[in-house]
C-alpha cells in the first residue's frame, strides 16, 4: 500500500458536492439517491489529520457492506442495487473511487447518534466514575476500566457539527428529539443489532466494546439503517485474545492513532499533526485486520 493508492479527497465534477465530512465525501445524484464516497482521511479528536490512511475508506465500505447485508432481516437499509457505473461513468473516475463508493437511498437521518455499550471505556468509563452511571443509567459499583457489562446499554447522543463535539444524553432527551415510538424502535433495533453481531464477532476473535449507528427515515416514516455499521471507525474493536479488564485494551480501530496523538504536544485543534510512516502502515494493517477477521 503506497500513498499513490490513497484517496485523500474525491472529485466527480459532474455531480453536485453536497458534504465533505471528516470521512464521507456525499454527492446529489438525482431526487432520489446519493452517492457516498467513504474516503481515507481519518479523524481523531473530531481534527481530520493531514495524512489518509492507504484503503481504510474501501475496508470500511466493504466491512459496511457486510454488515448490511448481515442485518437486512433486522432492519431496512439505504443501500440500493444502482451500480457505480451509472453513477460515475467514467472509467478513470471508478478507478480512483476504487470500492470506497455506494449509490444509497435519500433518507430522512434522524438528529440521534444510536450508541451502544457492551463495556465500559472511553466517555461512559469517564461518566462511570464520576457519578456511577452512564447517560443516567445507573451501573453496579465496583467496575473497571474496559470490563463487560451486565447487559449492553442504549447510550444516544446528539449530532455535533463539524469541529464540535457530540454531547451524550438521557434517552428522555432522544424520546423528546424523536419521539417516543421512533426512540423506542431506535433503541430495540440497535440492542439487537449489536448483541446478535457480538455475538458473531467474537466467534471470529474480536470484541466489539461498543459501536454507534445512524438511522433514517423513508416517506412512510419507516426507520432504515443508514450511513456506516459496525466497522473499525464507528465501533471499539478489541482483539479477545489480549483483552483484559483493568485498563485500556488495544484495539483495531483508530485508537491506535488517537493513543500515539496523545504522547504529543498538540492541544486538539486544527491542524493535525503530521503521523509517522510507521503510525499510518500499523493503522492500515490494523482496519485491513479486522476486515480479514470478520468477513473472511
Same mark, same amino acid.
Request: charged share 30%; hydrophobic share 40%.
Given at each position: ?16 458536492l ?12 438525482? &431526487?432520489?439517491?446519493?452517492? @457516498?464516497?467513504t474516503?481515507?482521511? /481519518?479523524?481523531? %479528536? ?11 475508506g ?9 454488515? %448490511?447485508?448481515?442485518? *437486512? ?10 451500480p457505480?457505473?451509472?453513477?460515475? !461513468?467514467? &472509467?478513470?473516475?471508478?478507478?480512483q473511487?476504487?470500492d ?8 430522512? !437521518? ?9 463495556? @465500559?471505556?472511553?466517555s ?13 443509567i ?9 470490563? *463487560?457489562?451486565?447487559?449492553?446499554? %442504549?447510550? !444516544?447522543?446528539?449530532?455535533? +457539527? ?6 451524550? @444524553? ?10 417516543a415510538? @421512533? ?26 466494546a461498543?459501536?454507534?449507528f445512524? %438511522?433514517? /427515515?423513508?416517506?412512510?416514516?419507516r ?17 479477545? +485474545?489480549q ?8 484495539s483495531?480501530?483508530?485508537?491506535f ?20 510512516d ?15 477477521? /470478520?468477513?473472511?
Amino acid at each position: 500500500m503506497t500513498y499513490t493508492d490513497a484517496l485523500f479527497e474525491s472529485d466527480l465534477p459532474h455531480l453536485k458536492l453536497l458534504n465533505r465530512g471528516k470521512v464521507r465525501d456525499i454527492y446529489d445524484l438525482d &431526487a432520489e439517491h446519493l452517492l @457516498i464516497v467513504t474516503t481515507d482521511r /481519518l479523524s481523531a %479528536f473530531d481534527v481530520v489529520l493531514p495524512q489518509p490512511i492507504p484503503g481504510k475508506g474501501e475496508v470500511l465500505t466493504r466491512v459496511a457492506n457486510f454488515w %448490511f447485508e448481515r442485518t *437486512r432481516g433486522i432492519v431496512p437499509n439505504h443501500l440500493t442495487d444502482i451500480p457505480l457505473e451509472q453513477a460515475a !461513468p467514467d &472509467a478513470v473516475q471508478r478507478a480512483q473511487l476504487g470500492d470506497r463508493a455506494l449509490v444509497v437511498r435519500k433518507l430522512r !437521518p434522524l438528529p440521534v447518534e444510536a450508541i451502544v455499550r457492551g463495556y @465500559i471505556i472511553g466517555s461512559g468509563w469517564k461518566d462511570y466514575q464520576q457519578t456511577g452511571k452512564v447517560c443516567g443509567i445507573p451501573l453496579p459499583a465496583g467496575l473497571r476500566q474496559a470490563d *463487560r457489562l451486565p447487559e449492553p446499554i %442504549f447510550t !444516544p447522543s446528539t449530532k455535533a +457539527d463539524a469541529g464540535d463535539h457530540d454531547e451524550n @444524553i438521557a434517552f428522555d432527551r432522544a424520546t423528546k428529539l424523536l419521539g417516543a415510538e @421512533i426512540a423506542e424502535q431506535v433503541r430495540e433495533l440497535s440492542l439487537r443489532i449489536y448483541q446478535e453481531s457480538a455475538v458473531y464477532a467474537l466467534e471470529r476473535g474480536i470484541i466489539i466494546a461498543d459501536t454507534k449507528f445512524e %438511522f433514517g /427515515l423513508d416517506q412512510d416514516g419507516r426507520v432504515h439503517l443508514i450511513d456506516e455499521v459496525l466497522t473499525p471507525d464507528s465501533s471499539r474493536f478489541w482483539p479477545a +485474545d489480549q483483552y483484559q479488564p483493568g485498563s485500556s485494551p488495544p484495539s483495531f480501530d483508530k485508537q491506535f492513532v488517537r493513543d500515539y496523538l496523545e504522547t504529543l504536544d498538540w492541544d486538539k485543534t486544527p491542524p493535525g499533526p503530521a503521523l509517522p510512516d510507521e503510525i499510518i502502515e500499523k493503522t492500515a494493517e490494523k482496519y485491513r485486520e479486522a476486515e480479514a477477521r /470478520l468477513t473472511g
